[in-house]
């Protein structure tokens, strides 16, 4: 009854998205974010109050009108923003849907690891870790901040045995190096909850999101990476890990 009643800032819903998780997802984008990635693509998150209140229990009946699509491996992915800035709205709406059968999956940037950061990952089926870098110096300049807190979370993931993706976004010039991708394959190959690595192209489709939100785009004078040989490198990586 506690959680179906626990109500949180949601800036939008995808009612069937395929990139955020495993199958077909029901994808709740949480408000608010206090990170400042040079590489946002929803800066139009940010805002702690952006969007509409909702309660976990009306998002679990949303999400249940798309069941059938979910089959053996969709389900819901909570996603933002960062939505560990409501992890007891997370840990509400992910509760329910074990209740009702459904997978769970958490895109997050894992720098906030409280006691009901855990209590909330205690539901979670997988997470999607973006690990945006993989030195100390590029966090602070390019994140705000410290890379060490990425680390301690994903040795939390791994401690619990939570089934995680690591998702990267190559920027070209500022992460698309060897010696990056080498760091990454360390990372995970001595985390076993990691099946998975996600390269993700650095696009520059939010600039519009940037000039509504009269900002300056940090990275938009970075050219745009190459899908194909983003997609190449991520195999390569995948193969390596197997
Ligand atoms: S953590 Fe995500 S939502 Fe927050 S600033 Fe970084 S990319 Fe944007």
């Given at each position: 009854m506690e959680n179906s009643k626990t109500s949180g800032f949601v800036h939008s819903i995808q009612s069937l998205g395929t990139v955020d998780g495993p199958g077909v997802r029901f994808v709740a984008f949480l408000s608010g974010c206090p990170l400042r990635c040079s590489c946002c693509h929803n800066p139009d998150t940010w805002d702690y109050k952006a969007g509409e209140v909702l309660s976990a229990e009306e998002i679990i009946k949303r999400a249940l009108r798309y069941k059938e699509y979910f089959k053996d491996k969709g389900g819901i992915t909570l996603t933002?923003?960062?939505p560990l800035c409501q992890p007891l709205f997370v840990k509400a709406v992910f509760s329910l849907a074990k209740e009702k059968g459904i997978n769970t999956c958490l895109d997050t940037s894992g720098v906030f690891l409280s006691e009901e950061v855990k209590s909330a990952l205690s539901y979670c089926d997988r997470v999607l870790l973006d690990i945006k870098y993989t030195n100390e110096e590029d966090y602070i300049k390019f994140v705000g901040t410290e890379y060490k807190k990425v680390l301690e979370f994903l040795d939390y993931l791994n401690e619990k045995n939570i089934k995680t993706t690591i998702r990267q976004v190559v920027i070209p010039t500022v992460n698309d190096d060897e010696e990056n991708y080498q760091k990454l394959l360390k990372i995970v190959k001595s985390r076993k909850c990691v099946d998975k690595i996600e390269l993700l192209?650095?696009?520059?489709?939010?600039?519009?999101?940037?000039?509504n939100l009269k900002i300056p785009f940090p990275f938009n004078d970075i050219e745009e990476a190459n899908p194909s040989v983003v997609k190449e490198k991520e195999e390569e990586l995948n193969n390596l890990i197997k």
């Open positions: 933002g923003g960062e192209p650095f696009r520059k489709l939010c600039k519009i999101k940037y000039e």
